[in-house]
């Protein structure tokens, strides 16, 4: 089940997805994208950037996204802002994820971290081990 908090790059809650549910939703790095669709399409490279800058081809993480967490995105960037892994652990003072797991200062309320620590990886409550 997806974990629910606060995106910085999306500025709301969303559902964050582990790396199990990351390799559902993910179709592929740009430059997989790119070329898949030259391959599939017979299409110049400048042209398959185009249709790739359009959004056709994020379309596809869209859809899993919204099967897998009930939840819709704006745009097809916006699959890049759901990863689990680029977010820090919950901020001591306000609960809300570090921008980065190496963020040393929280960016909504401006808690810094003590000197020689950083964030860490956000790992959700039920998963943290004891």
């Known amino acids: 089940?997806?974990?629910?908090?606060?995106s910085y790059r999306l500025r709301r809650e969303v559902a964050l997805l582990d790396e199990q549910e990351w390799s559902f939703v993910d179709v592929g790095g740009p430059i997989d994208e790119v070329n898949?669709?030259?391959?599939?399409?017979g299409t110049s490279l400048s042209e398959a950037?185009?249709?790739?800058?359009q959004g056709n081809v994020r379309t596809q993480a869209m859809e899993r996204y919204a099967e897998l967490t009930g939840d819709q995105l704006g745009?097809?960037?916006e699959v890049f802002a759901v990863r689990m892994?680029?977010?820090g652990a919950p901020c001591p003072?306000?609960?809300?994820p570090f921008r980065t797991p190496k963020a040393k200062l929280c960016a909504e309320c401006g808690f810094r971290?003590?000197?020689g620590k950083v964030a860490g990886p956000l790992v959700p409550p039920n998963?943290?081990?004891a």
């Open 1 to 6: 089940m997806p974990y629910r908090a606060y």
């Open 36 to 41: 898949a669709l030259r391959a599939s399409s």
């Open 49 to 53: 950037w185009q249709t790739y800058r």
């Open 75 to 77: 745009h097809p960037d």
């Open 85 to 87: 892994q680029n977010y």
């Open 93 to 96: 003072n306000c609960t809300r």
């Open 113 to 115: 971290l003590p000197t």
């Open 127 to 129: 998963i943290r081990s």
